[in-house]
């Protein structure tokens, strides 16, 4: 992981220039043997942070796709009733008409007791 952009000493540099290179190569190859396993943690803990968040987003979209189902059952469901009650009043035309004028009767007597 070391770029190497440290100066190269040659054979004219003295014992001092020789040593100073020397620890610095040394320094960087322990700060290279200890950053290691912190870069495969890391990559470890971004690998399952991705996958968590993969699975979140699964779950939400499979909960978003139900109340979307849900959603338009309930928008369906007054359409259905009406279509519902045309067909009753299709089919039974006397009875529906006596139902509504005891409904209205029901009402109207529950009102005027206030």
């Known amino acids: 992981m070391h770029n190497g952009s440290t100066s190269t000493f040659s054979a004219a540099d003295g014992p001092v220039q020789r040593g100073v290179h020397q620890v610095g ?8 043997r200890v950053s290691a ?10 690998a ?3 996958q968590a968040v993969d699975r979140l987003a699964g779950g ?5 796709g139900q109340v979307d189902r849900r959603l338009g059952r309930v928008r369906d ?28 009767w029901l009402v109207g007597r529950l009102g005027a007791r206030r």
């Open 25 to 32: 190569e040394s320094l960087h190859s322990t700060i290279d």
């Open 60 to 64: 939400v979209a499979a909960a978003a």
């Open 48 to 50: 399952s942070a991705h």
């Open 77 to 104: 469901t007054p359409e259905q009733l009406l279509a519902c009650a045309r067909g009753y009043v299709a089919a039974r035309p006397l009875k529906a008409v006596a139902a509504a004028l005891a409904l209205g």
């Open 37 to 46: 396993p912190a870069h495969g943690a890391v990559h470890r803990a971004s």
